[in-house]
């Protein structure tokens, strides 16, 4: 069975730091990898994704997230974060099945300082 | 492109009443939408998949019978919370999809007095 893991519950960073959220999935087949973003009280919101081709993926918000297919690994990257980006991060993955569900981390909050 | 509007965003109602919580794809005709619940500081969990004109399918340990799905469209899905209890306080969120990925609605706070 698939799972995802978000290693860190939590991330503290400075404002203008680079930040890496690190996901990790384990599966029997080929999948497609997505990270979601969920400020308080809301829905959640598509960062990226990876379906096929470049390992390296951009998304918006200037976020990027390499595919690594022998580390079972998808981090998510920013060069440098604003207060804005305080929010709770989600991985998730889907087998590309006819059941198109998703698997979700457990979540990173990532918290942007001053 | 790809809205999901989900009604309303915030539900506070006695023990014993039925909730019923819409989602709508507001651009695009969704071939599945998707039923999550989520607690406080938790991820989403799956509760259901939901096919237009085809029963829901649900996750392993939701009962059907308290969390009525109906897909009447390929826009519109709906999630009953019948007789709902204090337990089922939670953050429902919901999906749509056509292909890849699934869109996401901004969720509805249930607070069950």
């Known amino acids: 069975a698939q799972s995802v893991t978000q290693l860190d519950s939590q991330v503290p960073v400075f404002e203008e730091a680079p930040v890496e959220l690190r996901c990790n999935y384990s599966?029997?087949?080929?999948?497609?990898l997505f990270w979601y973003v969920q400020y308080p009280n809301q829905g959640l919101q598509l960062l990226l994704k990876?379906?096929?081709?470049?390992?390296l993926v951009k998304g918006i918000n200037g976020f990027e997230a390499e595919f690594n297919k022998s580390q079972t690994s998808f981090h998510l990257r920013k060069p440098s974060v604003h207060i804005s980006d305080t929010a709770e991060y989600f991985c998730?993955?889907?087998?590309?099945?006819?059941?198109?569900?998703?698997?979700f981390g457990s979540g990173t909050r990532l918290l942007v300082r001053p | 492109g790809a809205v999901v509007s989900q009604h309303p965003s915030r539900v506070i109602c006695k023990s014993g009443t039925s909730v019923k919580i819409e989602c709508r794809s507001l651009?695009?005709?969704?071939?599945?939408m998707f039923w999550y619940r989520q607690f406080p500081k938790q991820s989403l969990m799956l509760m259901a998949t939901s096919n237009e004109g085809s029963k829901a399918t649900y996750e392993q340990g939701v009962e059907k019978d308290k969390f009525l799905i109906n897909h009447a469209s390929l826009t519109l899905s709906t999630l009953t919370v019948t007789s709902a209890h204090p337990e089922d306080s939670s953050f429902y969120i919901c999906?749509?999809?056509?292909?890849?990925?699934?869109?996401f609605g901004d969720g509805t706070r249930l607070s069950i007095l």
């Open positions: 651009d695009f005709q969704a071939t599945t």
């Open positions: 999906s749509a999809r056509v292909g890849q990925p699934q869109h």
């Open positions: 998730a993955v889907s087998e590309g099945d006819s059941s198109y569900k998703l698997i």
């Open positions: 990876y379906l096929s081709g470049s390992t």
């Open positions: 599966s029997s087949v080929s999948v497609y």
